[in-house]
């Protein structure tokens, strides 16, 4: 069975840097999008970065594009999400996700299988 194990996060000054990361245990022939979302408090979930099977296509979310980066090891399924730049804004429980589809989608719904979250707090 496939599992989605997040780590990294924590805290950090606003400014700072962070970086988490996820790997897709269990299988190692996955060729599947995978992506993270946040969730701030009393939002909606929202689309943060997304990166295709082979590493080759991102796609990044506006509120964090220019300060946020997606990286993939594929040998691994392991994706990174590099957090610079940090505002208080960006605290929140960010969620890895791996799509039923190689290509990155911004949609949640074009997601089968999530982490269990891992949370930002950015302080100013």
């Known amino acids: 069975q496939v599992q989605l194990v997040e780590s990294g996060g924590g805290s950090a000054q606003a400014g700072g840097s962070l970086k988490l990361s996820c790997v897709a245990s269990?299988?190692?022939?996955?060729?599947?999008?995978m992506a993270w979302f946040r969730q701030r408090s009393g939002k909606e979930r929202e689309f943060v970065a997304a990166?295709?099977?082979?590493?080759?296509?991102?796609r990044i979310g506006d509120s964090v594009k220019g300060r946020f980066t997606i990286s993939r090891v594929t040998a691994t399924n392991t994706i990174t999400l590099h957090m610079d730049f940090l505002e208080p804004e960006d605290t929140a429980v960010y969620y890895c996700a791996e799509a039923f589809r190689g290509s990155p989608s911004e949609d949640s719904e074009d997601y089968a299988l999530w982490g269990q979250g891992t949370l930002v707090t950015v302080s100013s």
């Open positions: 269990g299988r190692t022939d996955r060729r599947y999008a």
């Open positions: 990166i295709g099977w082979s590493g080759a296509s991102t």
